[in-house]
């Protein structure tokens, strides 16, 4: 999609950005996406109030098949997958010993192969560490982005746009509520925390449906085609810039960027989404039974909006976040928002009252209690 008419690539405005593919993934064929099409504030609108097309081909794709897949993921991740069914996905996290979230992956189960999809930068070290794990288990975890893409239509009218490639009926995420602190054991449902719906594409690959709209997993050969005919049918291409915004909005956080290395699940509303309270021993359980049970992680994620009056650009990924000259978080993602102005997703210590008069470097910033 780098070379649709407008197109202007994430790497070419910032040489650091993390939205750019792996040097492994570069050099096997796989392009730079765009950040925006020329008009980024349209692209948000888009997104926010209709449907349009995000290529996010720089994530990174492990494909995992093996007869002893779901119950090895099972056993390695936050998630429960032991009964995850075909054609169903869901979200897990790795976490270290202490709790804190080394890696974040969506999930796709197609009946033959577990599919992960993650953040571009992080795929090495997800399979590094499942190929770690093996040992004697029927599996073969492997890194399959350089065959496979993913792209996104994001927005309220993705299902009807998913139409155009034969695809209808995707249900909406199915969410099981997360029990209050100190819950009885077998209160929770054996099953993943959120299902996602998934169905086949007739090029190969699969539609999941998610929180922002519709994933699709496509062969690289394919990707031009599906695009073409989305297009065709009058879907609009958006970039990642609104992408982004829309995700800040929607106060989801993106591992390395709004996390650190000692952020624990509980702190970046993860629990819902990626982990099983009541599923059993895994790396990092302990921490994460001990956080819920109290119910006061130490952090939490918040949405800044910032003055925007002292600059115009967004703070960096990591910029302090001060009260009275104190540092009690940083900040994550910033982005412009077509109606909200600068956001940014921040994580901050919890004793961080509603109403207190941040700092986000020489830029005043206020917490949305909503």
Same mark, same amino acid.
Request: some cysteine; proline content about 8%; charged content about 20%.
């Given at each position: 999609m780098i070379d649709i008419a407008g197109a202007v690539a994430a790497e070419a405005i910032d040489e650091e950005t993390r939205d750019q593919p792996e040097p492994a993934h570069r050099a096997a064929g796989v392009g730079p996406v765009a950040a925006h099409y020329g008009d980024p504030m349209r692209e948000q609108r888009t997104l926010a109030t209709g449907v349009g097309l995000v290529d996010r081909s720089h994530r990174g794709v492990i494909a995992v098949p093996g007869e002893e897949r779901m119950t090895w993921l099972h056993t390695l991740t936050s998630q429960h997958l032991a009964a995850l069914r075909p054609w169903q996905g869901t979200e897990l996290l790795v976490l270290s010993p202490h709790g804190h979230v080394e890696q974040h992956a969506m999930v796709a189960e197609d009946g033959e192969t577990t599919w992960l999809d993650t953040e571009p930068g992080m795929t090495g070290g997800l399979l590094s560490y499942l190929e770690k794990m093996r040992f004697f288990s029927r599996v073969d975890p492997r890194d399959a982005t350089a065959d496979h893409a993913l792209l996104s239509l994001v927005g309220p009218e993705a299902t009807g746009a998913l139409d155009t490639l034969g695809v209808t009926g995707l249900a909406e995420p199915d969410v099981v509520a997360v029990p209050g602190?100190?819950?009885?054991?077998?209160?929770?449902?054996?099953?993943?925390?959120?299902?996602?719906?998934?169905?086949?594409?007739?090029?190969?690959?699969?539609?999941?449906?998610?929180?922002?709209? +519709?994933?699709?997993?496509?062969?690289?050969?394919?990707?031009?085609?599906?695009?073409d005919e989305l297009r065709g049918a009058g879907v609009p291409v958006a970039g990642l810039w609104a992408y982004e915004a829309v995700?800040?909005? $929607?106060? %989801? =956080?993106? /591992? &390395?960027?709004? !996390?650190?290395?000692?952020? +624990?699940?509980?702190?970046?509303?993860? +629990?819902?989404?990626?982990?099983?309270?009541?599923?059993?021993?895994?790396?990092? %359980?302990? !921490?994460?039974?001990?956080?819920?049970?109290?119910?006061?992680?130490?952090?939490?994620?918040?949405?800044?909006?910032?003055? &925007?009056? !002292?600059?115009? %650009?967004?703070? $960096? $990924?990591?910029?302090?976040?001060?009260?009275?000259?104190? !540092?009690?978080?940083?900040?994550?993602?910033?982005?412009?928002?077509?109606?909200?102005? %600068? +956001?940014?997703? =921040?994580?901050?210590?919890?004793?961080?009252?509603?109403? $207190?008069?941040?700092?986000?470097?020489?830029?005043? /910033?206020?917490?949305?209690?909503?």
């Open positions: 602190p100190k819950f009885r054991s077998g209160e929770l449902p054996s099953r993943p925390s959120v299902v996602y719906d998934v169905k086949p594409l007739a090029v190969g690959g699969w539609a999941r449906r998610v929180a922002l709209g +519709i994933d699709l997993l496509v062969p690289r050969p394919a990707m031009a085609g599906v695009v995700r800040v909005a $929607a106060r %989801q =956080a993106r /591992a &390395g960027v709004d !996390t650190d290395h000692r952020t +624990i699940p509980a702190e970046v509303g993860l +629990i819902g989404s990626a982990v099983h309270l009541d599923k059993g021993c895994y790396r990092g %359980q302990e !921490t994460v039974a001990r956080v819920h049970n109290l119910g006061k992680p130490p952090r939490r994620l918040a949405l800044l909006h910032l003055d &925007g009056v !002292t600059t115009d %650009q967004p703070p $960096a $990924a990591g910029t302090p976040v001060t009260l009275d000259g104190r !540092t009690v978080g940083f900040v994550g993602t910033a982005v412009h928002h077509f109606e909200l102005g %600068q +956001i940014a997703l =921040a994580v901050v210590k919890r004793n961080v009252a509603d109403d $207190a008069r941040l700092m986000v470097g020489e830029t005043a /910033a206020a917490i949305d209690p909503a």
